[in-house]
Each structure stands twice: as C-alpha cells, then as structure tokens.
C-alpha cells in the first residue's frame, strides 16, 4: 500500500523528506491500497489491492470509474464490459486486433457482401447456385457449380438442403448447403468425395493455406479428411500429378462446427506444365474411403455417413477455426459470374416452332476454354468451327424450344 494526500505541508527537514518519498511511491504505485485514498483529485488513479481493479477519478471528483480487472496471476486483464456497450467485434475478431491469431491485416481483408476475395479460389463456396439440378448420385459435376461429386461405390448423392429462415454462421444468413450422403460400401477400393478444381497449377504455389469453412454430421458416424493434390494437366509431356500426403481429418459432431486445415502447397519449380492449359489445384473433402486410399485419407475408412458443408474458403497462412468469423457470404451477381466461366444454362435460345432455325448464343461471361455443347430431347446442331469461349451458332433442328448447356469445366 502507497498512498499520499499529494499535499507537503511545511516541516522540518526529515519529515519533508519523508513526505515527499511517500508522495512519488504513490505516484509510482497508482495510490495502490485496499481502500481508497483519503484525498481525492479529479482524473487520479488508484489500483484497488482488493478486488485487483485499476480505477480513476471523474473529472468532477466524485466516483470512481472501474478501468480494467488485473489477473495477477496470469499476468492478463479484462476490460469490463460496460466499457464495451455497442461494440459490435466477435472473440475471434478482437483476437485478430491484439495479436493473439495473426496480423492486423487479417480482419482488413474480411470479405465484405460485394467484394470478391483475392485470397480465397474456391468458387461457390456457400452453395447459392446449382444449375446442373439439386440431387444427384452419379459421378461427376451433376449437382452444385463447380462441385464435383466423387462416387465411387455404393450410393453417393450430392444434394441441396435448405437452412431454416434465421439459421446464421457466424454473421451470415445462409440459404442452402451441400449434403453428401455415403451407404452400401464395403469393399477397399471404394470411395467418396466432393471436390473442387481451382483453375491453375500455380494457384497457392509454395505458399501455406488453411482451407476453412464449417460441417456436420447430419447421419450415420464418421468425420472427413481434407486433401490437396496438384495436377499439371494434360498435352505435351507435363509432370505426373503430385498427391499431397499430408491429409487433414475433421472431427465432425451433429451441430455446425468451423473447422480449419492449414496446407503448405508444395512449390512447382521444376515442374512442366501441360500444353492444353487445363492444370489445376485440387482440394479434396474424403467422406469414405476404403484401406486403399488409407495413406490419402488419414485411414479415414469406409464408412455409411452424411456430410453437410458450408462456406468452403481459403486464407493465405496459419489460422485457426475462429478465423471462419471473418467470413461473408459471396455476393450472388459476381459469384454467379465466376461459376458461368465454367458451366453456363441457355434455357430457350429458340422459341419458334420452325424447325431449320439458326441461332447464335452468347454466354453470359467468357468461357475458361471452348465449352462441350449438350441439349434436352429436341434435335439441335452446332455449327462447325463457331463454337468458342464466347458463344456458339446452333442450328436447331426439330421445332421444340431448345435448353443448352455448355461446359468448360475442368
């Protein structure tokens, strides 16, 4: 205890000096003690020994206002949580401003509602848009853009499910979510996943990520293995795909959980890239797999499971499952664009009932590559040599009205 009235009366000698030291240790010590000073000013401080709480005097001098609790102990403090009335920032967030989980450059580049990520490749991450149909058990890009749907054995479906109106992850109003659903395997070459290419090789090249997002278990038991794997692509004499060993496994429980898997990406120096420029990154969700694949997938097993996801993204560096807070769902218009680079939906390109009809489409964006033209039950041609990455002269010929579809899909 060190307190002082900050008043030197005269006196002799001996006792100023006293006076005076005991006045500069109780300027040092904040008035320290287990009661307040007995002489007050306007704006002094005292450090409460009692309840380990530094406070300082209105200007009026006439309370006490708490600063911050001390823990002693833990060498930390707490500020109280009056003095956070209105403060809008999560745990996760104030986490990022004092150090604890990495820079303060972090919650700078958080995803605002109409701002593309630069960091973040994975396209249709929170699931909004599923032009090829909602439900599907084949192998391939049959259900949600730019979504793959491994299925290897058994039954796997890649569906679309609803949230319920005010369901929120972290500060985001979802609308849908992507389910993969496993049964009926047994055997060790059997396997399921959902995955997505991003477009180039080079993408994350020599650099550490965390893939982040947030999943459930909706049925069955079981978790997920996250895996990456580089694909150099094909034409000329490119490099054989270099798996990435290094799997990550997500412990799933029946409520939403953020997850995250910090990834370094091997470098490509070295490496020959295929002529027909379709190399990419490969980001692999396991949901079953059988001892073949054990050294890919942590030994994840076969296993008779369902998987929800959500909010599949990437961040350049370590982070932590909180970092998800930072998250904002894509703004549909530019998200919807990044998608039609590489599958597009022309529903009626001709209305007529003529048949011999010629027509041009144009895409809504361009292509990543010259797309494959397919159609519904009328008859319809391409034209030769029209096709490219910006549209297509079809001739139709039988007279229902048209639905094409184009895919430059990786």
Same mark, same amino acid.
Request: proline share 4%; with cysteine.
């Given at each position: 205890?060190?307190?002082?009235?900050?008043?030197?009366?005269?006196?002799?000698?001996?006792?100023?000096?006293?006076?005076?030291?005991?006045?500069?240790?109780?300027?040092?010590? /904040?008035?320290?003690?287990?009661?307040?000073?007995?002489?007050?000013?306007?704006?002094?401080?005292?450090?409460?020994?009692?309840?380990?709480?530094?406070?300082?005097?209105?200007?009026?001098?006439?309370?006490?206002?708490?600063?911050?609790?001390?823990?002693?102990?833990?060498?930390?403090?707490?500020?109280?949580?009056?003095?956070?009335?209105?403060?809008?920032?999560?745990?996760?967030?104030? /986490?990022?401003?004092?150090?604890? +989980?990495?820079?303060?450059?972090?919650? #700078?580049?958080?995803?605002?509602?109409?701002?593309?990520?630069?960091?973040?490749?994975?396209?249709?991450?929170?699931?909004?848009?599923? *032009?090829?149909?909602?439900?599907?058990? =084949?192998?391939?890009?049959? =259900?949600?853009?730019?979504?793959?749907?491994?299925?290897?054995? $058994?039954?796997?479906?890649?569906?679309?499910?609803?949230?319920?109106? $005010?369901?929120? #992850?972290?500060?985001?109003?979802?609308?849908?979510?992507?389910?993969?659903?496993?049964?009926? *395997?047994?055997?060790?070459?059997?396997?399921?996943?959902?995955? *997505?290419?991003?477009?180039?090789?080079?993408?994350?090249?020599?650099?550490?990520?965390?893939?982040?997002?947030?999943?459930?278990?909706?049925?069955?038991?079981?978790?997920?293995?996250?895996?990456?794997?580089?694909?150099?692509?094909?034409?000329? +004499?490119?490099?054989?795909?270099?798996?990435?060993?290094?799997?990550?496994?997500?412990?799933?429980?029946? +409520?939403?959980?953020?997850?995250?898997?910090?990834?370094?990406?091997?470098?490509?120096?070295?490496?020959?890239?295929?002529?027909?420029?379709?190399?990419?990154?490969?980001?692999?969700?396991?949901?079953?797999?059988?001892? @073949?694949? /054990?050294?890919?997938?942590?030994?994840?097993?076969?296993?008779?499971?369902?998987?929800?996801?959500?909010?599949?993204?990437?961040?350049?560096?370590?982070?932590?499952? @909180?970092?998800?807070?930072?998250?904002?769902?894509?703004?549909?218009?530019?998200? #919807?664009?990044?998608? *039609?680079?590489?599958?597009?939906?022309?529903?009626?390109?001709?209305?007529?009932?003529?048949?011999?009809?010629?027509?041009?489409?144009?895409?809504?964006?361009?292509?990543?590559?010259?797309?494959?033209?397919?159609?519904? =039950?009328?008859?319809?041609?391409?034209?030769?040599?029209?096709?490219?990455?910006?549209? =297509?002269?079809?001739?139709?010929?039988?007279?229902?009205?048209?639905?094409?579809?184009?895919?430059?899909?990786?």
């Amino acid at each position: 205890m060190s307190q002082n009235d900050f008043n030197l009366a005269n006196q002799g000698f001996p006792s100023m000096r006293s006076d005076m030291n005991s006045a500069l240790q109780a300027l040092a010590s /904040n008035s320290s003690g287990a009661t307040a000073p007995t002489t007050t000013y306007p704006y002094q401080w005292w450090y409460d020994e009692t309840t380990d709480i530094l406070k300082v005097r209105d200007a009026a001098n006439a309370v006490w206002i708490d600063f911050a609790t001390f823990d002693q102990g833990a060498g930390s403090f707490t500020v109280p949580a009056t003095s956070l009335a209105g403060l809008t920032s999560t745990v996760a967030e104030l /986490n990022y401003l004092d150090g604890a +989980s990495t820079t303060l450059a972090a919650p #700078l580049l958080a995803n605002p509602q109409n701002y593309v990520d630069p960091e973040n490749r994975i396209i249709n991450g929170a699931f909004d848009f599923w *032009q090829r149909g909602t439900s599907s058990t =084949a192998n391939g890009y049959v =259900a949600a853009d730019r979504w793959f749907n491994g299925a290897g054995g $058994g039954t796997v479906t890649m569906s679309r499910q609803a949230f319920s109106s $005010g369901d929120t #992850l972290g500060s985001n109003n979802p609308t849908y979510f992507l389910r993969q659903t496993v049964s009926g *395997q047994t055997l060790s070459s059997q396997l399921a996943f959902t995955e *997505q290419h991003i477009e180039s090789v080079r993408s994350y090249a020599g650099q550490t990520i965390t893939v982040l997002g947030w999943a459930r278990r909706s049925s069955g038991a079981g978790n997920f293995t996250i895996e990456l794997e580089q694909n150099f692509g094909t034409g000329g +004499s490119p490099s054989s795909s270099a798996t990435i060993v290094s799997p990550t496994t997500v412990t799933l429980t029946g +409520s939403w959980a953020a997850f995250a898997a910090t990834i370094a990406v091997p470098s490509i120096t070295g490496k020959t890239l295929g002529t027909n420029g379709n190399d990419y990154l490969r980001v692999l969700f396991w949901t079953s797999a059988g001892s @073949d694949r /054990n050294a890919r997938t942590n030994s994840l097993g076969i296993q008779t499971i369902g998987v929800d996801f959500w909010g599949i993204h990437i961040k350049l560096g370590v982070h932590t499952a @909180d970092a998800t807070a930072l998250y904002k769902q894509p703004e549909l218009g530019p998200e #919807l664009a990044r998608c *039609q680079r590489y599958y597009f939906v022309r529903p009626t390109f001709v209305t007529t009932a003529a048949t011999g009809v010629l027509a041009h489409v144009s895409f809504a964006n361009a292509m990543r590559t010259t797309p494959t033209i397919s159609g519904g =039950a009328a008859g319809f041609s391409v034209q030769s040599g029209t096709a490219s990455t910006v549209g =297509a002269d079809v001739y139709q010929t039988s007279g229902s009205v048209q639905t094409l579809k184009f895919d430059a899909e990786l």
